[in-house]
């Protein structure tokens, strides 16, 4: 069975602040990992990706994570925060020899000026 | 435009009328899929269609169908709603489940209200 934590419903930084957006996974083989987002009214889009070329993962919008297999996390970065980045965030899990997806709870982040 | 289409965008309806939610996607996607998002728990995945004529269970499918019998189609039937499924629905593709780290295309959602 495999599972996601998205440790913070809610997150808030101000406009140019670090963000720092939590997932821990558990998995029995090595899954593929992902970062959606959602803006309000919206569907979700794809930020980025793990694809085990690379542990750190750069993505749209100046967001990045770092895959570390010894703590199961993949982390979503971004060095300073937008008022456009502010939307809901979800990490996923997808086994690689079947078709189930699991989600995490989401993080809501807020941008404050 | 490559694009995931639900129908409809917004639906209330009744208790025990039958309902049917239609997903279309035009990337010849191998992988499709259904959520629900409710706050607080995320998206959870109701049912997945590896391909053609192959579905099988998410974590939450009671109260849902679905059916491909087309690669570009993925219908959500609800037989006979329940307020508790009131909620948003999604339906995502992607080029295959299996064989590389494939990432999923979103619809738009549908917004399901049951009284």
């Known amino acids: 069975a495999q599972s996601v934590t998205q440790l913070g419903s809610h997150v808030s930084v101000s406009e140019g602040a670090l963000v720092l957006l939590r997932c821990n996974y558990s998995?029995?083989?090595?899954?593929?990992l992902f970062w959606y987002v959602q803006y309000p009214n919206q569907g979700l889009q794809l930020l980025l990706k793990?694809?085990?070329?690379?542990?750190l993962v750069k993505g749209i919008n100046g967001f990045e994570a770092e895959f570390k297999k010894s703590e199961t996390s993949f982390h979503l970065t971004k060095p300073s925060a937008h008022m456009s980045d502010a939307a809901e965030y979800f990490c996923?899990?997808?086994?690689?020899?079947?078709?189930?997806?699991?989600f995490g709870d989401g993080t809501t982040l807020t941008v404050k000026p | 435009e490559a694009q995931v289409t639900q129908n409809p965008r917004y639906l209330i309806t009744v208790t025990g009328k039958k309902l049917t939610v239609t997903c279309s996607q035009n990337?010849?996607?191998?992988?499709m899929s259904w959520y629900r998002q409710d706050p607080g728990l995320g998206l959870r995945q109701i049912y997945y269609?590896?391909?053609?004529?192959?579905?099988d269970k998410g974590d939450v499918p009671e109260g849902y169908k679905v059916s491909r019998k087309e690669k570009r189609n993925f219908p959500l039937i609800l037989e006979s709603p329940s307020p508790n499924q009131t909620s948003l629905y999604f339906c995502?593709?992607?080029?295959?489940?299996?064989?590389?780290?494939?990432?999923?295309?979103f619809g738009p959602g549908t917004r399901l209200t049951v009284t």
């Open positions: 996923a899990v997808r086994s690689p020899s079947a078709g189930k997806s699991t």
């Open positions: 990337m010849n996607h191998e992988y």
């Open positions: 793990y694809t085990s070329a690379a542990t």
């Open positions: 269609s590896m391909n053609v004529e192959v579905t």
């Open positions: 995502a593709s992607s080029l295959a489940a299996v064989g590389g780290s494939y990432e999923q295309y």
């Open positions: 998995s029995s083989v090595p899954p593929y």
